[in-house]
């Protein structure tokens, strides 16, 4: 069945036009100023934005082995509301996705729960221990083209190495989550500086982050194979990535949403509690300039649901990490394009769909073109809502934005022709 969207305002071709888009579950058939068709499901878009479906290379969906934070479908559920219809789940999990024979079993659990394209990463190391190459060949048999072992460094420069040599003969791109712990404190939880030690926190310096990357990136320069940093936060972290590219390195690199828009002086309790840590003002505005100026390459979520009862601990002891799908888009657009005036809407969209499609390429996915997959959001960017973790589709509620007022609502979430969030309905498929 044909469905063709009217009346919109439609990001094509990196701007914001009046045109109408026809599609289908094979994808997107016809982008033009009028489309005359007998035979189609209508969508009347009037007043609203018709834009690419998100895509998020870092999420943390929890199932299996950690079901009562996160499922594969409230995960994918939480996505379809944020507009996200392509995300990567971490593999940070149990069992471990570190062979075939596991990573096929969650797989097949992700075809039959989830509602939005959901391609995730296979372990860089054996059950994440740092210590044995995983088999790679293996998964990426069965599809897997990109490897993490986030939630921790890889601490051995051999074992590093190692998995950068095999990801460049098998052609898949290595995500590191950079955390050198001899840099961090037991009990360490937020940014290192004067306003922690008023609080009684203990800090995390930027070296954490910082120098085990500098380590990466020199590897990804000798190996030649492609890198990807994640959710960086500190000043050395963008400045060894804009030497590294300059040096011709095949690098690149992610800024979560959170650390865009709140820095180490916003830290009231665990909601605010995230690794790597809300770094300083300085840090904060560096990231914005190096995201604009291209050292930075796009905009990733870092999800990371919690149960209650993990986050409503003393800081010390709480859980690392806040959700974010639901939210990162409505934050972005009110802070930087309705606020600010910072950026144009076709650029946050380049960040958050057409950037890392290409990057990690995801052929045929991240903008509205024919021929393209018929993922795409159809958005209210006049309403104006309080962002309400209540109601959130995730089985988490762990986050700072609680209360904020956002201009940006996702109205309706289609992936591959099929619509699977409609806010008039309230309804997921």
Known sequence: MKTLIRNGMVLHEGTVQKKEVLFDETGILKVAGEIVIDDAEIIDAEGMY??????????????????????????????????????????????FPDDPETAGVYLKKIAEDCIVNVLPYGTITDEEKGRCVSDMEGMK???????????????????????????????????CHTEDMNYRKPGASVHESEYAGKNGWIGIPSACESEQLKRDLVLAEKTG????????????????LRAAKAAGADVSAEVTAHHLLLEDRDVKGPNWKMNPPLRSHEDRMCLIEALEDGTLDFIASDHAPHAEKDKKKPMAE??????????????????????????????????????????????????????YASDLIIADLDHEYLIDASEFASKGKNTPFDGWSVRAKVMRTIVGGKTVYNAENNDEN
Not at 158 to 165: I, P
Not at 327 to 340: D, H, M, R, W
Request: hydrophobic share 40%; charged share 25%.
């Open 50 to 95: 018709v834009l690419p479906g998100l895509i998020d290379v870092h999420v943390h969906f929890r199932e299996p082995g950690y079901e009562h934070k996160e499922t594969l479908r409230t995960g994918s559920m939480a996505a379809a509301r944020g507009g996200f219809t392509t995300v990567c789940p971490m593999p940070n999990l149990s069992p």
């Open 141 to 175: 048999e069965l599809g897997i083209r990109w490897f993490s072992d986030d939630g921790v460094g890889v601490a051995e420069d051999d074992v590093m190495e190692a998995a950068l040599k095999k990801a460049k003969d098998l052609d898949v791109l290595i995500a």
């Open 225 to 240: 194979a492609r890198y990807h940093g994640c959710h960086i936060s500190a000043i050395e972290s963008v400045e060894a």
């Open 318 to 371: 709480a859980a690392f990490g806040i959700v974010s799908l639901e939210t990162s888009f409505a934050l972005l657009y009110t802070e930087f394009v309705y606020k600010q005036k910072r950026w144009t809407l076709p650029q946050l969209c380049s960040w958050m769909s057409e950037k890392p499609a290409r990057r990690f390429g995801m052929t045929g996915r991240g903008e509205i073109r024919e021929e």
